[in-house]
């Protein structure tokens, strides 16, 4: 089971009405997003999740080995980011 801070789940509840950009109609739910992370990524702790206007989420987080770590997600598939379509 994972915790989520409180400040972390707040701001994950204020992102639509902070929001400038949001993710494209059509792409993944961020929940379906965060579970291929979580599965596909050695995850300890979410730091932050964030939309980029360049059209990817961006997930900054604790890895098990006690060290930050950031990836890129495409929103369409969940998978790495890349530039390159």
């Known amino acids: ?6 400040a972390f789940a707040a701001t994950l509840t204020a992102l639509p009405a902070a929001a400038q950009n949001l993710p494209p109609a059509n792409s993944l ?3 379906e997003v965060v579970a291929k992370v979580e599965k596909t ?3 300890r702790v979410f730091t932050e999740i964030e ?6 989420w961006d997930f900054d987080f604790i890895n098990t080995d006690n060290r930050r ?5 495409d929103p369409f598939s969940g998978e790495p980011w890349s530039r390159r379509r």
Do not use: F, K, T
């Open 69 to 73: 770590a950031r990836i890129r997600i």
């Open 29 to 31: 739910p961020l929940s």
């Open 1 to 6: 089971m994972r915790i989520v801070p409180l």
């Open 41 to 43: 990524q050695p995850v």
């Open 51 to 56: 939309w980029e206007d360049d059209g990817y």
